[in-house]
C-alpha cells in the first residue's frame, strides 16, 4: 500500500527567502510523485510531476521538486518565496502503472504563508 | 489538460435534504473520481465513476449516501443524500490526464455547508 508523510502541517516564509516543503512516501512501486497547490477556494493545480524520467524536476512559478529514491523523499523548493506562493500543498503518489489517477494518494497537506 | 466545470460553487443547506453537483468536462474521457476534502483535510476518495457502468466506491462511502451517475464520457453527477452537518466538505470532480502519467485535473470544487 501506498502513503505520502508531509512533515509539516504548516511552514511559514518572509517573501525573497527560500521556500522547502518535504514529503516522503511509501510505495511497492516504482512510484510516480506529484505536487498540487490549492489556493483558498480554489480547485487544485499540478505544479509538478516525477515519471521516472529526469531525477529533478521543474514545474511552474519556478517550484521544483528532486526525487531521492534512497530517502524516499520529493521535496519541493522554491528559491525565492511570494506573496502569491500562499496556498495548500498536496504531495501525492500513485503506482507508475495507474494510467488514468485512480490509485492517487494524498498527502495530508502543508499550509503554505509568506510574510511580508 | 482538461477542463472541468461544477456545479454548484457553494450551497448551504439544511440538515436532511439532498444536494446534487453536476461536473461537466470539455473532452471525453474515460474515468471520473468525485472526492470529499473535510474541513482543513486532505482529499479522499469517494468513489470512481466509469460511464455505462456502476460507480466504483472507497472504503465508508456507500452508494445510498452518495449516489453517483454517468451519463456519458463528460459528464457525471454526485448526489450528498439526507445530509447532515459531518457532510459539510469541498466536494471535487477529478479527471485522469496523459495517460502515461496518470496526471489528475480538478474543477474549482463545490462547497457545501449543511446547518
Known amino acids: 500500500a501506498q502513503s505520502v508523510t508531509q512533515l509539516d502541517s504548516h511552514v511559514s516564509v518572509s517573501e525573497g527567502t527560500p521556500v522547502l516543503l518535504r514529503c516522503n512516501y511509501s510505495?511497492?512501486?516504482?512510484?510516480?510523485l506529484f505536487w498540487y497547490v490549492q489556493h483558498p477556494n480554489k480547485g487544485l493545480q499540478l505544479l509538478l510531476k516525477y515519471t521516472s524520467a529526469a531525477t529533478l524536476v521543474k514545474g511552474i512559478n519556478g517550484f521544483e521538486a528532486e526525487f531521492k529514491k534512497s530517502e524516499t523523499s520529493f521535496h519541493l523548493t522554491k528559491p525565492s518565496a511570494h506573496m502569491s506562493d500562499a496556498a495548500e500543498y498536496f504531495c501525492v503518489v500513485s503506482d507508475c502503472g495507474d494510467n488514468y489517477g485512480q490509485n492517487f494518494v494524498f498527502g495530508p497537506g502543508t499550509r503554505l504563508s509568506v510574510l511580508p | 489538460s482538461a477542463v472541468i466545470s461544477q456545479k454548484p460553487s457553494r450551497d448551504i443547506c439544511q440538515r436532511g435534504t439532498s444536494l446534487t453537483i453536476q461536473c461537466q468536462v470539455d473532452s471525453q474521457v474515460t474515468m471520473m473520481f468525485w472526492y470529499r476534502q473535510q474541513p482543513g483535510q486532505s482529499l479522499t476518495l469517494i468513489a470512481t465513476a466509469n460511464q455505462g457502468s456502476e460507480a466504483t466506491y472507497e472504503s465508508g462511502f456507500v452508494i445510498d449516501k452518495f449516489p453517483i451517475s454517468r451519463p456519458n464520457l463528460t459528464f457525471s453527477t454526485l448526489t450528498v443524500s439526507n445530509m447532515s452537518p459531518e457532510d459539510s466538505s469541498i466536494y471535487l470532480c477529478?479527471?485522469?490526464?496523459?495517460?502515461?502519467?496518470?496526471?489528475?485535473?480538478f474543477g474549482e470544487g463545490s462547497r457545501l455547508t449543511v446547518l
Open positions: 477529478s479527471v485522469g490526464g496523459n495517460r502515461a502519467a496518470g496526471e489528475l485535473f
Open positions: 510505495s511497492s512501486y516504482s512510484p510516480s
